[in-house]
Structure formats: structure tokens, C-alpha cells
């Protein structure tokens, strides 16, 4: 059986200057980091890394790229959904974490108590002080009519 070789060209510019840095074409990057263009592009469309420098065929990525794509990368494989990604990239205190030796997922939540035995739970930011009083109230309501 015959091996076939693989040829890997990636393609880096430096520039010259205060703030020498390595710069990417999307083809290298997607090279580099194991996924593809669209992917790419998409996490960009979606505010998960930034926008590349330069537009349009000469557009570029940079090594704050690739660190950005390989969080993403581990936070997908532990089941982080984009979302909360999002937010974790922006400094923001994550919602959901997971331990990947053992799989579990901590999602931070907030709980209020309706009435005896009814809880509300919902994602912290997620509803406004004066929406959970509607919902008390509503939910109230309707034990009430129960009862009748």
C-alpha cells in the first residue's frame, strides 16, 4: 500500500511596525485551526470573534483570532451552547459550565417562590422584577379559581 503525502502550504504575513503581528488569509486560519470558512465566517456574523482586519480579499485574521477559535473549540466539545460562549468571551460571568472529565453541566439560575410548592427558575437577566410579579399574580389567579 502506497502513502500519500499531503502538502500543507500556510500562507503568514508580517508586518512591520510598532505591533508586529502575524496575519492569516481565512484559508490558512481555517487550516490552522481545523475549521472550516463557513464556520469561520459565521462565528464572526455571530459576534463570537472578531471581525477581520483589512476588507474584503484582503481581509485578515490574526493570532487574537486563533486563541478566540480555540475557546470556542474547547467550549464546543464540553456542549457550551453559543450563546453563552458569547458571553463568556466578553468577560461575563458564564451561565453554564461543564466539567469535561465527568460531563456534568452547573448552569446558574434564579428561583422564585410563587406559592407553596411552585418554583419559577429562569437564567439570571432574564426577566425583569415587574414580569415575575405578573407571573406571580397570574399564577395566583389561577389557584385561586382552583380552590373555588
Given at each position: ?107 446558574l439560575t434564579e428561583q422564585f417562590i410563587i406559592s407553596d410548592g411552585i418554583w419559577l427558575t429562569f437564567r439570571p437577566g432574564q426577566l425583569l422584577s415587574r414580569d415575575i410579579v405578573k407571573i406571580r ?12
Amino acid at each position: 500500500m502506497k502513502k500519500k503525502l499531503t502538502t500543507v502550504t500556510i500562507s503568514v504575513i508580517f508586518m512591520s511596525g510598532k505591533d508586529d503581528k502575524a496575519m492569516y488569509n481565512i484559508e490558512t486560519l481555517a487550516k490552522m485551526t481545523g475549521l472550516t470558512r463557513r464556520t469561520i465566517r459565521y462565528y464572526v456574523q455571530r459576534g463570537l470573534i472578531d471581525p477581520p482586519g483589512g476588507g474584503g480579499r484582503g481581509s485578515y485574521y490574526t493570532d487574537d483570532h486563533v486563541k478566540q477559535l480555540e475557546k470556542i473549540k474547547k467550549w464546543s466539545v464540553q456542549g457550551v451552547p453559543l450563546i453563552h460562549m458569547k458571553a463568556m468571551l466578553s468577560g461575563k460571568k458564564p451561565q453554564i459550565t461543564v466539567d469535561p472529565p465527568t460531563g456534568i453541566r452547573t448552569i446558574l439560575t434564579e428561583q422564585f417562590i410563587i406559592s407553596d410548592g411552585i418554583w419559577l427558575t429562569f437564567r439570571p437577566g432574564q426577566l425583569l422584577s415587574r414580569d415575575i410579579v405578573k407571573i406571580r399574580d397570574y399564577i395566583n389567579t389561577i389557584l385561586k379559581r382552583r380552590k373555588e
